[in-house]
């Protein structure tokens, strides 16, 4: 089975005016966990994400810009993209450019 490793994730352009509240869910074996985050970040912004490991089953990830939830009525919370990574073996960057923004996350699989 193939494993994935979370590297880093770096924030080139935020969705919101100055700042995101960005966070990372991993959908795994058909269930969504909050892996990182929330973290103030700003353009230029890069987050070393270690111990960031996982069994890979038909894997998803995910970041968000955390505002008021994801199912609130008034400002929910901003899906920045989705990416479901290769089984290949090798370092890929996903890029996540949803809603005006552009964020790239680095990882590994083995």
Request: overall charge negative; hydrophobic content about 35%.
């Amino acid at each position: 089975m193939a494993i994935i490793k979370l590297e880093k994730l770096q924030c080139v352009k935020t969705e919101d005016r100055r700042r995101d509240q960005t966070y990372i869910e991993v959908k795994n074996h058909g269930q969504v966990t909050r892996v990182f985050g929330p973290r103030a970040m700003q353009a230029g912004d890069e987050v070393l994400l270690e111990g960031l490991s996982y069994e890979m089953n038909d894997l998803v990830l995910y970041v968000w810009d955390e505002d008021h939830g994801q199912g609130a009525l008034y400002n929910p919370d901003d899906r920045l993209g989705f990416h479901r990574p290769s089984l290949e073996p090798g370092t890929r960057i996903a890029d996540f450019t949803e809603d005006g923004a552009e964020y790239h996350l680095t990882y590994t699989v083995s």
